[in-house]
């Protein structure tokens, strides 16, 4: 069985331009996490999908930061303008049910604002 | 709110040796609990959990961790570390809602 698949695995922006990361959770998994983590934050929650409903966007940055997820096969994670505080690595999750608290984690893509 | 504290950042233990982690979380009621472990270039993977029940579980790998309420900890422990335990384990907590709230994770080193 494939994990979670995230893409791209590195990316390079330079500073204003937009970063669209993709996620494809794990085939059957109603729920989608997006984190951020960072040497000096740790891992901080974005939002989260219920079947491709957005259900908690409390971690998201109100300005710039988007996620959608248009079919059950995939989620996106769009920064606009980005700017070098951006720079992370971002992990996408799945679950089966979304209350368990079991996450099932992609490799992340490593975002890199110059 | 609910948030994880994990006191030591870095930690080194010689192979064979035992292992303690400590995470103390905050939450208002009875939390789920969990330890989730980061091998180099990879994604993280669940450790174990705690679901409301007995206080200490097993996990994978000879891993377990047990909950106390009244400390409101749920430390990680192993008898015997293996060079292959060199990771970075996080601690996280999940209330009410479906979100875990992790704590800023301990670097383990394993010395020969």
């Known amino acids: 069985n494939a994990g979670v698949i995230q893409t791209p695995r590195h990316k390079v922006t330079g500073k204003g331009q937009e970063a669209t990361l993709w996620c494809e959770p794990i085939?059957?998994?109603?729920?989608v996490f997006w984190y951020r983590q960072t040497i000096v934050q740790g891992l901080e929650f974005l939002t989260y999908?219920?079947?491709?409903?957005?259900?908690?966007d409390s971690g998201m940055p109100k300005e710039r930061f988007s996620a959608q997820m248009p079919n059950q096969s995939h989620s996106t994670l769009k920064i606009q303008s980005t700017q070098p505080q951006d720079s992370a690595v971002y992990l996408c999750?799945?679950?089966?049910?979304?209350?368990?608290?079991?996450?099932?984690f992609g490799e992340g893509s490593k975002l890199t604002v110059l | 709110a609910q948030s994880v504290t994990q006191p030591d950042a870095r930690v080194t233990v010689s192979e064979g040796a035992s292992l303690q982690l400590r995470c103390k979380y905050s939450?208002?009621?009875?939390?789920?609990l969990f330890w989730y472990v980061q091998y180099p270039r990879q994604g993280l993977q669940l450790l174990l959990k705690?679901?409301?029940?007995?206080?200490v579980v097993q996990g994978v790998n000879g891993f377990e961790a047990e909950f106390s309420k009244s400390n409101s900890s749920f430390h990680l422990r192993k008898a015997s570390v293996h060079w292959s335990d060199w990771a970075v384990y996080f601690c996280?907590?999940?209330?009410?809602?479906?979100?875990?709230?992790f704590g800023k994770g301990a670097k383990l080193t394993v010395s020969p």
């Open positions: 939450y208002f009621g009875t939390p789920y």
């Open positions: 996280a907590v999940k209330g009410t809602g479906s979100k875990l709230s």
């Open positions: 999908f219920r079947n491709q409903a957005p259900i908690d």
């Open positions: 705690y679901y409301p029940g007995d206080p």
């Open positions: 085939s059957g998994h109603s729920a």
């Open positions: 999750a799945s679950s089966l049910g979304g209350n368990t608290g079991q996450l099932y």
